[in-house]
């Protein structure tokens, strides 16, 4: 058998079988909920984002600048 | 979906963009459906299956690598929510008695599964199929109605792509004597489903 399922007739029989589609219903509340999940990502992405610029500003501020540096 | 849109839609989904996301489920969702429900033998198993294989895909979308290639990792997650399902229900490995589960019930009008099931042909290769070992099965889907390679089957299934090549050689062997069980010649048969 090679690499290729294409060259394999009785394999490239089964690709004939017919489609079952799930419920509308079903996964429309399955996307839904995927929808969900991501909103909260991206909201504790921005929360993070903001926290840790915070805590980036505050050590900016808390460190005198190379130049504020009495030189010898 | 080509390389570079696969890419773009990875990049997007680390950012958990919704609508790349709608655009992996537009792409995926019917074809991780039939492997599940063709695998399980049951339609409300195959659902809950899927609705699992896409909350886990979600939960981790900020965590994919950006080269990440969509299919082998969805249909990895589905084949092993599978695997667990079947081991919590210590399930037997066939389900030629099931595969009514597979229809839906209640229709009023005929859907095309059940249409082209109803033809003898089709009806007798999925009763073939979900007689074959899981394992077998899980194989066949994977190469033949997934068209990926046996090496990529290889991956989703965590074994060597040789012992899925055995493994595929067995299920063809086994699935050809299932259909000559029957009163017509495998040839025929295939002749029959084949364009």
Redesign the interface.
């Known amino acids: ?1 090679t ?4 060259d ?16 509308a219903g ?2 429309q ?3 839904s ?3 969900e ?3 909260r ?2 909201w504790l ?1 921005a929360v993070t984002a903001q926290v840790l610029g915070v805590v980036r500003d505050q050590r900016t501020r808390r460190r005198p600048h190379p130049a504020a540096v009495p030189q010898e | 979906m080509d390389r570079e849109s696969e890419l773009t839609l990875v990049s997007r989904l680390r ?4 609508a790349a ?2 655009e992996v ?1 537009a792409a995926f ?2 074809r991780l ?2 492997f599940l ?2 695998l399980s033998g049951s ?1 409300e198993a ?2 809950d299956l ?2 699992e294989t ?2 886990r ?3 981790q ?2 965590r994919l690598r950006p080269d990440t290639r969509l299919a082998p990792w969805l249909f990895t997650v589905a084949r092993n929510l599978h695997v667990s399902y079947r081991r919590s229900r210590v399930l037997e490995d066939s389900h030629a008695a099931g595969l009514m589960g ?1 229809w ?1 019930s209640g229709s009023p009008v005929p ?3 059940e ?3 109803a033809d003898e042909t ?1 009806r007798r ?2 009763e073939a ?1 979900g007689a074959l070992p899981v394992t077998s099965r899980e194989a ?2 994977l ?3 997934e ?5 990529e089957a290889a991956r989703v299934c965590g074994i060597s792509p040789e012992a899925m ?1 055995q493994r ?2 067995r299920a ?1 062997a086994m ?2 004597k299932k259909l000559d069980a029957g009163n017509e010649p495998l040839l025929k ?2 002749k029959e ?3």
């Open positions: 058998m690499d290729d399922p294409r394999d007739l009785d394999l490239r029989s089964l690709r004939e079988l017919p489609l079952i589609t799930p419920r079903r996964n509340r399955v996307r909920r995927c929808h999940v991501l909103a990502r991206r992405s | 950012a958990a963009d919704t996301f709608d489920y969702n019917a459906f039939n429900a063709r339609r195959a659902e899927l609705e896409w909350l895909f979600v939960r979308a900020h597979l839906p859907s095309p599964f249409s082209t099931a089709g290769l999925e199929l066949l889907l190469v033949a109605v068209g990926q390679s046996p090496s090549r595929l050689s063809r699935l050809a048969v295939l489903v084949t364009p």
